[in-house]
């Protein structure tokens, strides 16, 4: 598709993203950043300034989608003040929507799926020799410069290890818009790590929709070996992997989280429900009993481990019994964290098809439900750690002047006083906890 030449505006040049969704995404907006830093176009925060305008979009949910479309229409109009503005769609709309979204939206300038993020320095490129750009699929070759993520302000270094996803839960568009699982070999995923501790990060997160999964290409290797290989190198305080899927999950790898102090306590273990034939209409592979035992195992190789979850509330079918099932689940494995949402029917899926669609008001009735009851039982766990010391990563400043916030292994947000010297962004100071509330730990630095 062509359209007029759009020449660069006269340097400094700045670029703005806005990121939804989850980690992933959040590492390709580091990729994309870096790209365009190599060029010498420097990061805003404000989007009025930008000449550059990326929106790093999440398909996940109805609503998400909708929310990248308006933001676009807001930021179009920003070009009567400077002509020489491009914007970009990019993440899991782009590749669903590709073509469609530069007809829906004029002042739209590229589309990048999030197999083709490495490509942005040439799609540019194009765009100002007057192309508009559609970058979707999934190409077998991957792009994949580690020299050009801004990881700048970043804590952790995050690195992807497997990409796609073949599970093909029935409610879930990320089989589409992330395509076919590709596995990065072992070697590549070793050289990024190591190119991170040598630049001081303390922590690595391990990237992937169902991390797992991961498999050696063409050998023998599953994800336990990868654990072994990373965990054992020098220098690496504390390693993280999200999102595993409960199915792959093996002895061994359940071996790996106890075997290793430096794997971090806190495991994010979708469950989605807590009934088995909401299970079944999913197609999640696994029963009730089967995540609890589980779950079971993983404490037993780890006593400290926190447990995060997604739920999906108002499936198709779900019954209030089967709804009473999931409470009673989350009862039983008193979850750290749950993320939970009503159903979002999502295009190309087989769930919006299935009998017993669900009442959105009765959906939301649930949703307010289980909130209600994970609270307590929040409130509950993190009451018990009042009195406990834990090294926190420092991530941030706290909303209230004079204090820090920072990171548990067991991955909860820890505030304390910064006292007469604040501790540097991204290094890890000793603190204990004085107080707890549902969502937060209020602690004090312990010399
Ligand atoms: S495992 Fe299921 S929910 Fe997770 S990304 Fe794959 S299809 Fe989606």
Redesign the pocket.
């Known amino acids: 598709m062509t359209a007029l030449p759009i020449a660069a505006p006269p340097t400094p040049r700045r670029f703005y993203i806005e990121t939804w969704g989850c980690q992933m995404n959040e590492l390709d907006s580091q990729r994309m950043a870096g790209q365009l830093m190599q060029q010498g176009i420097l990061p805003t925060r404000a989007p009025e300034e930008a000449d550059i305008i990326l929106l790093n979009s999440c398909s ?1 949910r109805d609503k998400a989608e909708q929310k990248v479309y308006s933001r676009l229409g807001e930021y179009r109009l920003f070009k009567r003040q400077n002509a020489g503005l491009l914007i970009g769609l990019c993440g899991c709309v782009a590749q669903q929507e590709g073509q469609r979204a530069l007809e829906r939206v004029p002042g739209l300038d590229f589309v990048v799926g999030p197999a083709r993020v490495g490509e942005l320095a040439q799609i540019v490129a194009r765009r100002r020799q007057g192309e508009r750009v559609v970058a979707t699929g999934f190409p077998a070759e991957r792009t994949y410069d580690v020299d050009a993520v801004s990881r700048s302000g970043e804590y952790k270094g995050m690195v992807t290890i497997i990409e796609g ?5 029935t ?5 589409t818009t ?1 395509g076919p699982e590709r596995s990065r070999p072992l070697a590549d995923v070793l050289t990024e790590v190591r190119h991170l501790l040598d630049y001081g990060f303390h922590e690595i997160e391990l990237l992937g ?2 991390v797992n999964h991961w498999r050696e290409p063409g050998g023998d290797l599953d994800f336990a070996d990868l654990l072994e290989a990373v965990a054992t190198l020098p220098g690496l305080a504390r390693l993280r992997f999200i ?1 595993s ?1 409960p199915r792959d999950f093996t002895p061994r790898m359940v071996a790996m989280v106890g075997k290793h102090e430096n794997i971090c306590p806190y495991l994010h273990l ?1 469950v ?1 429900s807590g009934a088995d034939g909401v299970l079944r209409r ?3 592979g696994y029963t009730r009993a089967q995540y609890a035992d589980l779950v079971h195992q993983l404490r037993a190789a780890r006593q400290d481990l926190a447990l995060s979850t ?1 739920i999906i509330v108002g499936f198709p079918g779900e019954s209030e019994e089967d709804f009473r099932q999931t409470l009673d689940l989350v009862e039983e494995i008193r979850f750290s964290g749950v993320y939970a949402f009503t159903y979002s029917p999502r295009p190309g899926t087989a769930a919006p098809r299935l009998d017993g669609q669900i009442d959105p008001a009765v959906a939301s009735e649930r949703l307010q439900r289980l909130f209600a009851l994970q609270e307590g039982i929040q409130k509950d766990i993190n009451l018990t750690l009042v009195g406990k010391e834990y090294d926190v990563v420092v991530t941030g400043w706290g909303r209230e002047p004079g204090m820090q916030m920072g990171r548990t292994p067991c991955h909860r947000v820890a505030t304390f006083a910064t006292g007469p010297e604040p501790a540097p962004l991204g290094s890890v100071t000793r603190v204990r906890i004085a107080s707890a509330h549902t969502h937060s730990l209020k602690a004090e630095r312990v010399a």
């Open positions: 996940v996803c073949d599970k093909n839960c409610f879930c568009i990320v089989p992330r929709q169902t999102t899927y979708p989605q999913m197609g999640r997604d």
